[in-house]
């Protein structure tokens, strides 16, 4: 009965599938500020009012759409499969490599919602994910090579995210050169050479 309560009616979640899909349309040629209402709902093919039964405006669409990314990165992360005895390097690999797996499934969408500058929310959010992740990954794990270094935990924090973040929206921009596998494993020697 609870799943029944939390089942969501699958004509909303495909009424915000069109009206996401049109943003991501309308974000490709052109600016956020340029983009109304009117033009979603023409291009998701429903009522004007059909959007306001699901958004309030622009922005809470945006921001709900950020929320949405954020989970699914999260899901793309736990679904990652490990040996229980497998150490904690080769446990951030398979996390990485999800995380990038997951970006190429939907590269539509990451491609313009992290590779242009006109929807920064997407990347804030993303970056206050990583950070988040880094944090754990700084406070439980580096302590001794944070106090040898004399390095301030949030000053790793804050060049670990950005880091990552920062690759990845370039490998976003540049259409995504390497695998997701190659990246990741990059990213594992960066990490074993700088280690933050």
Known sequence: M???KHR???????????LKD????LLQEMEIDKITVNRIAERATINRVTFYLHYRDI???LDKMADDMIKDIQNALNNRQFNSGTEEEKKNLFAMVGLLE???EHKKFYKVVLGSKRTPIFTERLLKMLSQTVAYTVEN?????????????????????????????AWVRNDMPYTPQYLAQQFSLLNQLFKY
């Open 8 to 18: 969501i009616d699958p004509r909303i979640v495909r009424t915000r599938q069109l």
């Open 59 to 61: 922005p809470d669409m």
């Open 22 to 25: 049109a943003l991501i349309e």
């Open 141 to 169: 794990k580096k302590e001794t090579l944070l106090s040898e270094a004399v390095i301030q935990k949030d000053i790793a924090i804050w060049y670990g995210s950005s880091a990552l973040i920062g690759t990845i929206v």
């Open 2 to 4: 609870n799943k029944e």
């Open 102 to 104: 997951h970006i190429v």
